[in-house]
């Protein structure tokens, strides 16, 4: 009975899965992307948003002249040849102010986002996986910031915080808006934690850490890119609100503070549209795609629907 | 709560120990406390005769993991979706510093061919999902030796495999037995596998060995009423008429503050007055061959009281 060939009926299936594997494994490489490409939905969100991408990027080269240019001959002009968007009431060019504030609110929207994933992952994830007292702390955390509204919160916060920079404004979105995704996290963490191969990197002897960053989250990553880019737009619309309510930055352009100073000077009043319509549908092309984008990952990284897609 | 307790078994190195049990009976509770996945409330785990139970440091705790491995029943659960092969195998050795830095991936192929899977080198670069359910049970058993352990504690490798690669996975454990000089702790429901490949058998009912002893012994003449339903319940072509022992309709015991008396007394056929009063001890009633029941293998004490009964 001792020296038994170790070769049975499962290993002879070998070169069928070999040949069937070399397939998927090759286009996992490339990965995510060609995935996203795939899915029309997540195809029209990567397009608006790589639009916008790009227009920041290249915002100096495209905007005709500094967004803040007072020429009050120039003022309250409708969209023309020689002011695409029109003008302010101080006579600046709003298309100037669009494309160059496109960079801002990007900024502004990726790292407030970057800030509270990586707060709701690292929280939520490590939340579900000890347990016990951090589990409690973390979860008492999370509903307090829950339960308090973000927008009369970040209002007060900004209301009393004397520096109104950039900064200040990412480290408030991001400090406020992780809540929401740290319960979801922690929620899919806890249905993975008792997942036999956790229990096993246990056996082995991976630590704690290892165990969360190392085996847990690559299994949540579409999860957490759909954390990334909610919070990214609700960011957006976030500081867009708050900055037309007066709260934001105004010695920067962005989005937000055309809005602002549309509304600060009445233009509607005047009949002018374009100071509202032109940042306003800037905002608005942007999260319509971010939106799509969430859609997207959403299929992708559901099985059963990219199965249902693979069929057909 | 007592999901296992007065259990006190030993494994030698070159012998496999097959725990069997009905469902909810305490087997993979007494596997994981092994493995060091749950901590025992009481008790001791003495390993070359130093109690490890209470080892909570991490050196400890890794010095205990690099001689006591486990083997999980769910070969599809066991294994990280999202990492290869590769990384279940290579992780361990550098978790333990087994082999130099350059010498991972050798060794990483040595245990694929140890567990049957040629080419190595192919199986090495696939992810889980492109394995069948046999095969990732070779990996599970590849992971669990790259420490070279003394102890592999198996909860049910079997359970979830087609039955025409269960006996691959027995043979494999055998070989492992004979050439690695392992002490295998078997956990299984599956009589038969137990036979096949067991030197000792411990039975569990309601988290309390009802009888231990040779594998041969124990499976061909059973002392205990349970083992003995068990073995009767083994559906068995050759035999036609009925088993000659039947199972009342009783309840099974309770495993939250269950009751003095014998645990198997609500559901025994044997079953006498004294057996819902004392808890019945584990007797050795034939050479190498112990059980705890009052009526089959009763105390030297009790057959005293036995005696005295008979006189009067």
């Known amino acids: 009975m001792s020296q038994l060939q170790p070769t049975v009926g499962d290993v002879e299936i070998v070169p069928l899965s070999v040949a069937a594997a070399s397939g998927p494994s090759r286009r996992r490489l490339p990965g995510w992307l060609s995935l996203l490409l ?8 990567l397009g ?10 290249i915002s100096p080269l495209i905007s005709v002249s500094h967004p803040t240019d007072f020429n009050l001959l120039a003022a309250r002009q409708a969209p023309s040849w020689h002011h695409l968007f029109g003008t302010t009431d101080q006579g600046s060019d709003i298309f100037s102010q669009v494309v160059l504030g496109a960079r801002r609110s990007l900024i502004l929207g990726a790292a407030s986002a970057l800030l509270a994933t990586v707060l709701a992952t690292v929280l939520g994830i490590l939340a579900a996986y000890s347990g016990g007292i951090i589990d409690e702390v973390v979860n008492f955390l ?3 910031f829950l339960v308090i509204p973000t927008i009369p919160l970040l209002i007060v916060i900004s209301s009393y915080l004397k520096a109104r920079g950039m900064t200040t404004m990412i480290l408030v979105l991001g400090l406020t808006l992780w809540s929401f995704e740290a319960r979801i996290l922690r929620g899919q963490a806890l249905s993975l934690k008792n997942r036999d191969f956790v229990q096993a990197a246990k056996v082995a002897g991976e630590s704690t850490w290892r165990i969360v960053f190392g085996e847990l989250m690559p299994n949540m990553i579409s999860r957490i890119a759909a954390a990334f880019v909610l919070v990214f737009y609700v960011a957006l619309l976030v500081d867009a609100g708050l900055e037309f309510l007066g709260l934001g930055d105004n010695t920067h352009v962005s989005w937000g503070m055309t809005l602002y100073w549309a509304q600060t000077n009445s233009a509607v009043l005047q009949g002018e549209w374009w100071p509202f319509f032109f940042p306003g549908l800037a905002l608005v092309l942007t999260v319509v795609g971010l939106v799509f984008l969430l859609a997207g990952i959403d299929e992708v990284s559901n099985p059963r629907l990219r199965n249902l897609r693979r069929s057909k | 709560m007592h999901a296992a307790d007065d259990v006190t078994f030993v494994l030698r190195p070159g012998t496999i120990t097959a725990l069997v049990g009905e469902s909810g009976s305490g087997k993979s509770t ?16 003495l390993f070359d005769g130093v109690d490890v139970a209470g080892a909570r440091r991490r050196r400890d705790l890794l010095r205990y993991r690099s001689q006591v491995q486990m083997i999980f029943q769910d070969p599809f659960g066991s294994l990280n979706p ?51 359910g046999g095969q990732r049970q070779r990996v599970a058993i590849a992971r669990a030796l790259a420490v070279e352990p003394a102890v592999l504690v198996a909860d049910e490798p079997t359970s979830m495999l087609d039955v025409s690669i269960r006996v691959g996975i027995l043979n494999l454990m055998l070989d492992l037995k004979e050439r690695e000089r392992l002490a295998f702790l078997y956990v299984t429901h599956d009589l038969a596998s137990a036979r096949y490949v067991a030197d000792t058998v411990l039975v569990m009912y309601a988290g309390q060995i009802v009888e231990q002893g040779a594998a041969e012994q124990v499976l061909q003449r059973p002392l205990h009423p349970y083992t003995q339903l068990l073995l009767a319940s083994v559906p068995d072509p050759a035999v036609t008429e009925r088993a000659p022992i039947t199972a009342r309709k009783g309840l099974a015991a309770a495993a939250v503050d269950p009751p003095p008396g014998c645990r198997f007394v609500e559901r025994c056929p044997l079953r006498i007055p004294v057996c819902s009063e004392r808890t019945p001890e584990l007797v050795e009633a034939s050479p190498g061959q112990s059980a705890r029941c009052h009526v089959t293998a009763p105390s030297p004490a009790r057959r005293e009281d036995l005696h005295v009964e008979h006189v009067q």
């Open chain 1, 38 to 45: 795939a899915n029309p939905k997540s195809r029209v969100g």
């Open chain 1, 48 to 57: 608006l948003v790589g639009f916008m991408v790009i227009v920041a990027l």
């Open chain 1, 142 to 144: 999370t509903n307090v």
């Open chain 2, 30 to 45: 007494v596997a994981r406390l092994l493995a060091r996945l749950y901590q025992p409330t009481a008790g001791q785990v």
């Open chain 2, 82 to 132: 999202v990492k290869t092969i590769r990384h279940h195998l290579a992780r361990p050795l550098r978790i333990h510093g087994r082999v130099e830095r350059g010498g991972v991936e050798a060794r990483v192929q040595e245990l694929l061919e140890t567990v049957g899977l040629v080419p190595a080198e192919k199986y090495a670069a696939k992810f889980p999902h492109e394995l069948s």
